[in-house]
C-alpha cells in the first residue's frame, strides 16, 4: 500500500527551528507534486507549501514565506519541510500531501516557551 509518512515534529521554542520530512513509498517520486499543509485546533486546514517535479517552483504560503524551505530528494522520495523562526503561531498538526490526493498521518509542531 503506497503511503506518506511524516515525521520530524516536536516541541519547539518560538524562533527556533524543526525540520519536517514527508517519505513517499510508492514508485515514479520524480513524476508527483507534493505539498506541505497544516491544521490548528478548531480550525480548517490550511495550505503551507508545494513543490513542482523537478523541485524548481515551490510556493508558500505568505504566512510562512521567508521562514519556510520546502525542498525533495530524489533518492529519498522524500519531501522537507525546513521551518525557521517558528511562531506560535505555526502550531499545528503538519500534513503532507501527494499524488491522488494522498494524505500522511501528520506530525505534531508545538511553539512554545
Known amino acids: 500500500q503506497v503511503q506518506l509518512v511524516e515525521s520530524g515534529g516536536g516541541l519547539v521554542q518560538p524562533g527556533g527551528s524543526l525540520t519536517l520530512s514527508c517519505v513517499y513509498s510508492?514508485?515514479?517520486?520524480?513524476?508527483?507534486?507534493f505539498g506541505w499543509y497544516r491544521q490548528a485546533p478548531g480550525k480548517a486546514r490550511e495550505f503551507v507549501a508545494s513543490i513542482n517535479t523537478d523541485g524548481r517552483r515551490t510556493n508558500y504560503a505568505d504566512s510562512v514565506k521567508g521562514r519556510f524551505t520546502i525542498s525533495r530528494d530524489r533518492d529519498k522520495s522524500t519531501v522537507y519541510l525546513q521551518m525557521n523562526l517558528l511562531k506560535p503561531s505555526d502550531a499545528a498538526v503538519y500534513y503532507c500531501?501527494?499524488?491522488?490526493?494522498?494524505w500522511g498521518q501528520g506530525t505534531q509542531v508545538i511553539v512554545s516557551s
Open positions: 500531501n501527494g499524488p491522488g490526493g494522498m
Open positions: 510508492g514508485t515514479y517520486f520524480s513524476a508527483y507534486e
